[in-house]
């Protein structure tokens, strides 16, 4: 039996619509998904476009895709964690379990960790198999339309929960998809005040709606100024940077609180100068690096503010394509006017 795949088929920009067997022969420990929702992610733009990143990184050919939501259809004889039925996501992070890393638990820094979607088959088509290891079961009874978005709602999650954020001020440096995610997250958790830095109108907007204080526009405004304006000239408890840009992460440096706190998810392509003795010693911050999300920890916090209703999964996309859309879906990513972008692969049949 075929299914319908999106592959990165060559060394060249594009993904190509290809007819491919299901991978229905399952090794233990795998199920097989029947996919309902899939969303595009940055690093899946990344691959589309072919740019420096994907040519070191990518051994094509391969199904591309990693944000899923589906049912399960088949289990490995040996699988009991998930069963036929069930509608699932999967940590996109396959980790090796054995290195130092693993052993101490910190699965999210796994030094031989494979990415799905990238280093093995993704999520962009009918059906996939994934190890069953990776699979978190949804308890929300959300429609799965929705469920595709929860990974990357995981990074946003890591990234704006690892310094407690209840009656601080927050920044969110770079109002993306992932950004727009953290505006509502400090909402939801209690964030006495949160301001947004974005360049794009489009998302601006977005991250005034979901609840942003202030909205900074740092083609326009004196970002430093604006932020040192906002909080009385004290600076920010806690910055949240999502963009990767070199002036926007200096300048967090300087708007940054003594005592505060940096998390930081965007990666820069370009060196980054920080006074390390000013803006970090004598003002004695705390930094820290968020790769993916804790596992499985940071899926855990997810489920509960789903369940606890804090936040509203559908606020994040602002748009549905059919699973024949990829193209109209990749331009509308790529424009920058959107929060996230899902692809539909099978309405739920429930
Ligand atoms: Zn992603
Ligand atoms: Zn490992």
């Known amino acids: 039996m075929d299914m319908l795949a999106y592959v990165k088929a060559g060394r060249e920009p594009g993904l190509v619509l290809e007819h491919r067997p ?15 929702a899939t969303s595009i992610c940055g690093t899946d733009v990344h691959l589309y476009k072919w740019d420096a990143w994907s040519q070191k990184r990518v051994k094509p050919p391969f199904i ?9 259809i088949k289990v490995a004889p ?30 999210h820094v796994c030094e031989n960790t494979k990415i799905i979607g ?3 088959d993704g999520c962009f088509a009918q059906y996939a198999k994934m190890p069953v290891s990776n699979l978190i079961v949804d308890h929300s009874g959300l429609d799965p339309k929705y469920l595709s978005i929860q990974e990357p709602l995981g990074n946003a999650v890591h990234t704006m929960l690892h310094f407690d954020l209840k009656d601080r001020s927050v920044a969110i440096v770079g109002a993306g998809p992932i950004g727009l ?42 970002v430093i100024q604006a932020v040192l304006q906002a909080t009385n000239g004290r600076g920010i408890d806690v910055v949240c940077e999502f963009s990767g840009n070199k002036t926007a992460i200096e300048q967090a440096f ?5 005592g505060g706190k940096m998390s930081m ?21 705390h930094l820290y690096g968020v790769v993916g999300r804790e596992m499985f920890r940071t899926w855990e916090q997810v489920a509960d503010l789903l369940k606890r209703k804090k936040l509203d999964l559908s606020a994040f996309i602002t748009h549905f394509y059919r699973f024949d859309q990829m193209e109209e879906a990749m331009a509308t990513m790529m424009s920058g006017n959107s929060g996230k972008v899902v692809l539909v692969v099978k309405e739920d049949a429930k």
Request: hydrophobic residues 45%.
């Open 78 to 107: 040996d699988v009991t964690r998930v069963k036929v039925g069930d509608i699932v996501s999967a940590e996109t992070h396959i980790v090796c379990g054995t290195c130092e890393f693993c052993q101490r638990g910190e699965y």
């Open 118 to 120: 990238v280093d093995t």
């Open 22 to 36: 299901i991978p229905d022969q399952l090794l233990p420990g795998e199920a097989l998904i029947e996919i309902l």
């Open 181 to 222: 995610m953290g505006v509502a997250i400090a909402r939801a958790v209690g964030a006495k005040q949160v301001l947004a830095i974005e360049i794009n109108e489009y998302r601006r907007n977005l991250a005034a709606k979901l609840g942003a204080d202030l909205v900074i526009n740092p083609l326009k405004e004196d």
């Open 265 to 285: 998810l965007g990666i820069s392509p370009q060196t980054i100068e920080i006074d390390i003795s000013n803006d970090v010693v004598f003002k004695g911050i």
């Open 254 to 258: 300087k708007y940054v609180k003594a």
């Open 64 to 72: 591309a895709g990693h944000e899923f939501s589906g049912r399960v």
